[in-house]
Each structure stands twice: as C-alpha cells, then as structure tokens.
C-alpha cells in the first residue's frame, strides 16, 4: 500500500473522504500568479469540530501538511495546496447555530456562507453589513484573511464583527475565545491574532458573529469626472463632510467588464473615471440634500446621478461586483495596496507614470473610501517582465506614502515575497516566532504568508 492510499485509509476512519480532489487544487488568483497546485492531495469534508481535531491530530502525528479551504474565492493562492496536504474542506460545516436577537449575534460554523449569513440576519429584520464581493465566500474564509469589501469605509472589516472565536490548533485542542461581548481586554487578544492568519496557524470551526439593525434606506449616486485625478482627489473631500456606505473609484475602462458579465449597462461612460457612493437617507429630500453637498465637495464633477430605484441599485452593484469576473482571463494579478486615503492620488498618479513608461495597461477601480485600491495589469507582450518591474516600483511607493501590501485578499502565496519588505525584522522575527509556538510541526498551511 503506497503512503498516500495509507493515508486515505487512516482519514476515512474519522471522516468523509472526497476523491474528486480537482476542485479543490485551485482559488479565484489570477492564472499567472496562482501558485501551482499540488495533486498528491486528500481531500476531507469533516463535520463536527471533533472531526477536525482528529484529522490535525492524526496529520501533526505524521507531520502532513493541512491546507483548510472555506469557499475558494481567495485571490491570494492561500488554499491552493503546494506541498503533499490534507486539504480539509469546510463545506459540511455549515450549520448556523443561534440567532441572538437579544445580544444582537449569529452562532454559526466556519463553512456557512457569506450569503447564508446575510439571509440569517435579515430573516430577523437585522443585518450583517460587511460584504467582501462574493457570496459564496464562507465565514470561517473571511475570518481568516479579515475580509473587507465596498462597506469597510463606514462599517469596518471582518475584524470588528468577530466576537467569538472556536479554533483547533495544530496538536488537536479544541480552544474557546471570546464570547458574546463587545469589549474584552482579559490579556493578549489570541482570537484578534488569529483573525486574518490565512489557515497558518489553526482551524475556525466555529464563530460568535455580531449582526446590526438595518441601515436607513440607500442610494447609489454615480458621478463622472473628466480625469482620473479629479475623481480620486474628491474622495477626502467627500469624506470630510460625510461617511458614506461606500465611495468605489472606477475608472471608465473598468466598466465595460462588469457590463460584459451581467449584459446590464452602466449609467455613463463619461469622462475617464467614475466615483460610485451608497449613501443612507430617510427619504428623497434628505438625499437630494446629501446629494448637493457632495457634488459642491468634489473636484469638477461632470454630473451627478442617482440611482433610487431598488432595480437601479441592484444593477450598478451587479455590474460592479462582476469587474473582476469580466477581467479575470486578461489580468496578470490583482494588487491590494491600503493607502492612507489622502496619499491615493499620489500614489496612483506616480504608479500610472511607470506604468505608462513600461508599456503596461493598468485598469484600476477600488475601495477608495477606506484606501484600498486594486490595479489590474492587462497580458501584453513581456508583460509578466514589465509587472516585475511596475509592482517593485509601485511597492515602493506605497511603502513610501505610508501604505501596506495587502489591504484584504491576505498575503498566501502570491504575496509572500514582497511581505519583508513592508515589515521590520523585530515584526517578522515576532510574527515567526509565533507561528512556531501555534505551530511547531510546522504543518499549518506551509508556503503561505511566513515561513518559520
Ligand atoms: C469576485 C470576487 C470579489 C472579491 N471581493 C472581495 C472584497 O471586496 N473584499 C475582500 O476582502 N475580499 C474579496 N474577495 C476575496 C475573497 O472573497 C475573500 O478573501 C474571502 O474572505 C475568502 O473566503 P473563502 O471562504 O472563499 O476562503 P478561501 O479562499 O477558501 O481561503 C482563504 C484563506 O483562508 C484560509 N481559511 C479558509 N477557511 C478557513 C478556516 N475555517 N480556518 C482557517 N483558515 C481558513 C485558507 O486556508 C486560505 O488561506 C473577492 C473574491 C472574488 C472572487
């Protein structure tokens, strides 16, 4: 009996073994970046915590590396398995525990989907605000890379929707953190280091999820400017006065993308770039106020157009959610720099310049409101060389202006070159340092985010 076939043998004993292990060689990381799978893989779809804390005990025993996977949206390469793994598949964990109308929380396992979540929440009238782009992203994936998305500006990330963490550790030990609480400072904070440790150093089974009431009604403004810089040098003039739901930078190129996937279409195509905001109103009057005040704040704007209707909406939020879809098959990689938001125009202005001297198109759009923008470098001839080049110098930059590597897809494998170079080595010798304690086989997710 070969290793592998011993293996499968000993996990089917505790758990459900797949043997369609294809679909779990690969995420949503663009083609050119993603790193290349590992096929000696087996893939186990346990369903109770006890499951897991069995299959890590059983691979820290034999020193097998786990690669966990939640919905497979990553775009980081995080749960593509590179070494001979056991990838654990959270889907059959997918069971919401407790809605907490009271303590205002959802109780759910770590394979229940973003959209299971939302469903769960407005089923009691509340909701859960935070929306990385898609849906089929789960929560335990979302813990792990603290996901963001088009609301982080107003309502935050993953992180501060995190209460309660249930984890298992490498040795098997299933461990509690946290709880139906807001504020909690009983020592280090273990479940805030494990929010967005991307699979390297334990398992989320399980989580305590704060939900909200439901925001006022939204609209979705769209305002063409004639250049990329007046479009981005609005945005900390709009924020100065409001804080809207979400202020997207699109440039115009970006739109045909996202128009191609739905078949729906965009308001305009004026000028070179677009800001789209959601913005909450009581009613028609109050938005028509809003909206006044922040087409006086923003740099010569082209025009100004509302979007009330519920259809309206739905259909400039579709077509934006499916940029990345449309553009996928032509992109080299999508970036993820977190600028202070003020230091954005700069940034993409001095990024645009060596772009434009390498011969590289970059299409770009992006969570301008809360700093995080993503540049897509379109195949061209040479263009992985002429990447190369472009990301060293836009790293560079960003260092320069204060920025950060990764603003939400997580550092995985496609990042984890560059992470030296936006950390001092006190950071990575702490941060490897605790990567040895969590994870002294280390077997946790191995090639991924730091090395021991
Ligand atoms: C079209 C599109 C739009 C997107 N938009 C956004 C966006 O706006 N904002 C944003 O933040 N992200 C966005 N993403 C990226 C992605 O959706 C997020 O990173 C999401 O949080 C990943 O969740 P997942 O369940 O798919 O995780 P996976 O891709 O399965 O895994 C991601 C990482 O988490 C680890 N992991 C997964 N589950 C667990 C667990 N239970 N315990 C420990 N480790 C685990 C994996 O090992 C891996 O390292 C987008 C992706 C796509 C395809």
């Keep these: 009996m070969s290793s592998i076939d011993e293996v499968v043998a000993n996990l089917r004993l505790i758990t459900y073994v797949d043997e369609n292990v294809e679909a779990y060689l690969h995420d949503e990381t663009p083609k050119d970046v993603a790193p290349k799978p590992n096929k000696n893989v087996v893939v186990v779809k346990p369903?109770?915590?006890?499951?897991?804390?069995?299959?890590?005990?059983?691979?820290?025993?034999?020193?097998?590396?786990?690669?966990?996977?939640?919905?497979?949206?990553?775009?980081?390469?995080?749960?593509?398995?590179?070494?001979?793994?056991?990838?654990?598949?959270?889907?059959?964990?997918?069971?919401?525990?407790?809605?907490?109308?009271?303590?205002?929380?959802?109780?759910c396992e770590a394979g229940v989907t973003l959209r299971e979540l939302i469903e769960a929440a407005e089923k009691v009238g509340l909701s859960f605000p935070p929306h990385p782009g898609d849906e089929s992203a789960t929560v335990g994936g979302m813990i792990s890379t603290?996901?963001?998305?088009?609301?982080?500006?107003?309502?935050?990330?993953?992180?501060?929707?995190?209460?309660?963490l249930e984890v298992v550790l490498p040795n098997g030990e299933i461990l509690k953190l946290g709880g139906k609480v807001i504020k909690n400072v009983s020592g280090y904070n273990l479940m805030h280091l494990i929010i967005g440790s991307e699979g390297t150093l334990c398992i989320v089974t399980k989580a305590i999820i704060r939900i909200l009431p439901k925001s006022k009604k939204n609209y979705t403004l769209v305002i063409p400017f004639e250049s990329e810089n007046d479009a981005i040098e609005?945005?900390?003039?709009?924020?100065?006065?409001?804080?809207?739901?979400?202020?997207?930078?699109?440039?115009?190129d970006a739109i045909k993308y996202g128009e191609k996937v739905t078949g729906k279409k965009w308001v305009s195509k004026d000028g070179k770039a677009h800001l789209m905001l959601i913005i909450e109103a009581k009613d028609e009057d109050e938005l028509i106020e809003i909206a006044e005040k922040i087409e006086k704040a923003c740099e010569n704007p082209l025009n100004i157009f509302v979007a009330s209707s519920i259809k309206e909406q739905r259909d400039l939020l579709e077509i934006r959610s499916m940029f990345y879809e449309g553009l996928k098959d032509e992109i080299i990689d999508i970036m993820d720099v977190s600028i202070p938001t003020a230091n954005i125009p700069e940034y993409l202005r001095r990024c645009n310049k060596i772009a434009k001297n390498l011969g590289l198109k970059i299409v770009?759009?992006?969570?301008?409101?809360?700093?995080?923008?993503?540049?897509?470098?379109?195949?061209?001839?040479?263009?992985?060389?002429?990447?190369?080049?472009?990301?060293?110098?836009?790293?560079?930059?960003?260092?320069?202006?204060?920025?950060?590597?990764?603003?939400?897809?997580?550092?995985?494998?496609?990042?984890?070159?560059?992470?030296?170079?936006?950390?001092?080595?006190?950071?990575?010798?702490?941060?490897?340092?605790?990567?040895?304690?969590?994870?002294?086989?280390?077997?946790?997710?191995?090639?991924?985010?730091?090395?021991?």
């Design 47 to 107: 369903s109770s915590v006890e499951e897991v804390s069995k299959i890590v005990s059983y691979a820290n025993e034999y020193g097998i590396p786990i690669v966990v996977r939640g919905g497979g949206t990553g775009l980081s390469g995080g749960a593509v398995p590179i070494k001979p793994s056991i990838v654990i598949s959270m889907e059959r964990l997918n069971r919401i525990l407790e809605v907490d109308t009271k303590n205002l929380t959802i109780t």
């Design 146 to 164: 603290n996901a963001g998305g088009v609301r982080a500006v107003k309502y935050g990330v993953m992180r501060n929707y995190v209460l309660g």
């Design 234 to 252: 609005s945005v900390s003039r709009i924020l100065s006065i409001l804080t809207p739901l979400a202020i997207e930078y699109i440039e115009v």
């Design 364 to 452: 770009t759009y992006g969570h301008a409101g809360d700093g995080n923008v993503h540049q897509h470098p379109l195949k061209c001839e040479d263009g992985k060389e002429k990447y190369e080049k472009f990301k060293r110098e836009a790293f560079k930059i960003a260092k320069e202006l204060g920025g950060f590597i990764t603003g939400e897809h997580g550092v995985g494998f496609v990042k984890k070159n560059n992470l030296a170079e936006f950390l001092s080595q006190s950071e990575l010798e702490l941060m490897k340092g605790i990567k040895k304690l969590f994870d002294p086989n280390g077997i946790m997710n191995p090639g991924k985010v730091i090395d021991a």
